[in-house]
Each structure stands twice: as C-alpha cells, then as structure tokens.
C-alpha cells in the first residue's frame, strides 16, 4: 500500500492544473461546475483540491479522441 505522503507527492494541486493548461484557478473551478467530464478532485481536509496525473492524462486523452472523432465525420 502507498504511503499517505507518497500519495501527496504524486498528486496534482489545482495550482498545478491551471498552470498545466495555462488558465486560471477560477478556470478549473468552472470546469469543475459545468464539465461532467473533467475529473473529480479528491478532497483532502487540510490539502484542498488533488487529481492524480492518472486522472488528468486520461481526460486529456478523452479530449484528443473527441477531437479526432470530429474530425474524422
């Protein structure tokens, strides 16, 4: 099993995903209200907002396919 602090190291800070897409915090907060598929945060009490890279690397892919799928008709 991952160790609470290993787990805080791997995790993103939604400082680190505004800055990741160049945008806002308040950006990812709106994403977070009107995107059913951006992903859900895990909330830590005294952390705030973490993703994982997981979850991030696995939505940006689902952008890349929607696009590509748009593309493609």
Same mark, same amino acid.
């Given at each position: 099993? /991952?160790?609470?602090?290993? /787990?805080?190291? /791997?995790?993103?800070?939604?400082?680190?995903?505004?800055?990741?897409?160049?945008?806002?915090?308040?950006?990812?907060?709106?994403?977070?209200?009107?995107?059913?598929?951006?992903?859900?945060?895990?909330?830590?009490?005294?952390?705030?907002?973490?993703? /994982?890279?997981?979850?991030?690397?696995?939505?940006?892919?689902?952008?890349?396919?929607?696009?590509?799928?748009?593309?493609?008709?």
């Amino acid at each position: 099993m /991952t160790a609470p602090t290993e /787990t805080l190291d /791997t995790t993103l800070t939604i400082d680190e995903v505004a800055a990741r897409y160049r945008t806002s915090r308040d950006t990812v907060y709106r994403w977070l209200k009107g995107r059913n598929d951006f992903p859900r945060p895990i909330a830590l009490p005294s952390r705030g907002l973490r993703w /994982t890279p997981e979850q991030i690397r696995q939505w940006e892919a689902a952008q890349v396919d929607r696009v590509n799928d748009t593309v493609a008709a």
